[in-house]
């Protein structure tokens, strides 16, 4: 069945290193790979994604990297800050009833920890 | 645009007891999907509603429903309420198709707690 794992569950890093959160899928048809981040208190917010037509995408100190041979995407955070500690959430397309992709599943999560 | 809401933000119900909580999309958002958020599980899957229709559902017992009305919004269900069945949640709004279809849009969550 269609599954998203995620790694680690926990991870905390100095200020200024990078972090680096790993997620492997199941589904080989799967062509949408976001990335969400969830704060203390708050709802999980889009910070990126990427689709299956390219390997790497990049906005400011965010990358996430994509290698569909293997099934596995991967999001790199640079220059970490304090404000970068949350939750964050991988996730891919689920099957419609129909087989069609649908929305998304989810991995279960990495807490990031970034001490001053 | 406004935003995905949920109403209400926070509930307290006895065992025994069944709740409904509420979801209005982004406007002109058909399909509303609800995830239901514990600690250590990540967000479960409940189930997918696209132009009234179910689309998709996860693995969760028949205690737990939803609907969606002509106007995108939905409602979830939770009957015979459960200690287990305490947590946030999420319902999250997507747009009805092309590149951006699975893009999805969270709403600030319900709170439940069950005694």
């Known amino acids: 069945g269609e599954n998203v794992e995620q790694h680690p569950s926990t991870l905390s890093v100095q200020e200024g290193d990078s972090a680096v959160i790993k997620c492997t899928y199941s589904d080989s048809a799967s062509n949408y790979f976001p990335w969400y981040k969830q704060e203390l208190g708050k709802r999980p917010q889009l910070i990126i994604d990427i689709r299956s037509n390219v390997g790497e995408k990049k906005d400011q100190r965010i990358a996430v990297t994509l290698n569909k041979t293997a099934k596995h995407f991967s999001l790199h955070i640079t220059e970490t800050q304090p404000e970068d500690s949350a939750v964050y959430f991988c996730a891919a397309p689920r099957r419609n009833y129909g087989g069609s992709q649908g929305n998304l599943i989810f991995g279960k999560g990495t807490k990031l920890s970034v001490k001053p | 645009k406004a935003g995905v809401t949920q109403t209400p933000r926070y509930l307290i119900k006895t065992r025994g007891q069944q709740v409904t909580l509420s979801c209005s999309p982004i406007s002109g958002h058909r399909s509303v999907s609800w995830y239901q958020q514990t600690p250590g599980q990540g967000l479960q899957f409940l189930f997918e509603?696209?132009?009234?229709?179910?689309?998709n559902k996860g693995n969760f017992p028949g205690r737990f429903s939803g609907r969606q009305f002509s106007n995108s919004r939905s409602e979830m269900n939770v009957s015979t309420l459960e200690l287990g069945d305490s947590a946030l949640y999420l319902c999250?709004?997507?747009?009805?198709?092309?590149?951006?279809?699975?893009?999805?849009?969270f709403g600030p969550g319900t709170r439940l707690t069950v005694t």
């Open positions: 509603y696209f132009s009234e229709t179910q689309r």
């Open positions: 999250a709004s997507s747009t009805t198709g092309g590149v951006n279809s699975y893009e999805q849009y």
